[in-house]
């Protein structure tokens, strides 16, 4: 499990007007829908910061005044249990949205995964602007709406799937979700096996003894030299396994 540093004080803030320039998720995010004159109106209302690893971005309860759009980085999110135990909900990636299917509060904590760059909109300028620009209001329906198909198939990989089933899905997914290539194999995965067990429903013991197994049968390497990074050597054999075929 990460350190996690309390509270939620950027790393450094970018200036309003740069904001736009050069972003890597200008074209895969709701800014997609937006031509040059909207563009500038939604600059002058965002500003972007920087969270450095482990650090806290949001807590469960805080008031929701921000909505993010993750331009870089990953960031994990999770509830805690009043026992203190806790329980991972998921994992966002650049050009994500933090804070969208939100009430007044974050249902949830969001801590950074790895270094994270967030694009930050303040909630009641953003409802405004959606509103003006019913493009984005497109968008985020259609957001919406595959969020909470991901959480019919977390209710499905939970309740019915094994555990050498869970842990290929989740291999699946990330291979997807980080690379637009469809021959890319390489899947970056900087959490801990004890966050990915937590994610799964899992043991940490469980998850590392499925990794090893699938590493016996040729489905995935693990570089020695780099345990956060994973090879997919047959896809489709990988497939199959989440799929219960094999």
């Not at 002058?44 to 980085?73: M, P, R, W």
């Not at 299917?101 to 009641?124: F, I, N, Q, R, S």
């Not at 469980?206 to 345990?227: A, N, W």
Request: hydrophobic share 35%; aromatic share 6%; proline share 3%.
């Amino acid at each position: 499990m990460i350190t996690i540093k309390q509270g939620n004080s950027p790393l450094q803030s970018k200036n309003k007007e740069d904001a736009c320039d050069g972003c890597p998720v200008r074209h895969s995010s709701f800014c997609e829908v937006l031509d040059k004159s909207e563009m500038d109106k939604l600059s002058q209302i965002t500003h972007s910061v920087n969270f450095k690893a482990g650090h806290l971005i949001v807590s469960e309860e805080q008031d929701a005044n921000y909505l993010y759009n993750i331009v870089n980085g990953m960031v994990e999110l999770y509830k805690l249990l009043p026992d203190g135990r806790r329980q991972i909900t998921g994992f966002l990636h650049q050009g994500d949205l933090l804070g969208l299917l939100v009430g007044e509060e974050y249902p949830y904590h969001a801590v950074a995964l790895t270094d994270v760059e967030l694009c930050c909109v303040p909630k009641d300028s953003a409802n405004k602007l959606f509103q003006d620009f019913e493009k984005i209001e497109g968008y985020l329906l259609k957001k919406a709406s595959h969020e909470l198909a991901e959480a019919q198939e977390r209710m499905l990989l939970l309740g019915r799937k094994t555990a050498e089933e869970r842990l290929a899905t989740f291999l699946i997914a990330q291979l997807k979700r980080q690379n637009k290539d469809e021959k890319a194999n390489e899947i970056h995965l900087p959490m801990m096996r004890s966050d990915i067990a937590d994610y799964l429903g899992l043991t940490t013991e469980t998850v590392s003894r499925v990794f090893s197994k699938l590493k016996k049968e040729r489905l995935v390497e693990i570089p020695s030299s780099e345990k956060s990074n994973i090879i997919v050597l047959d896809i489709k054999r990988l497939k199959d396994v989440s799929e219960g075929l094999s």
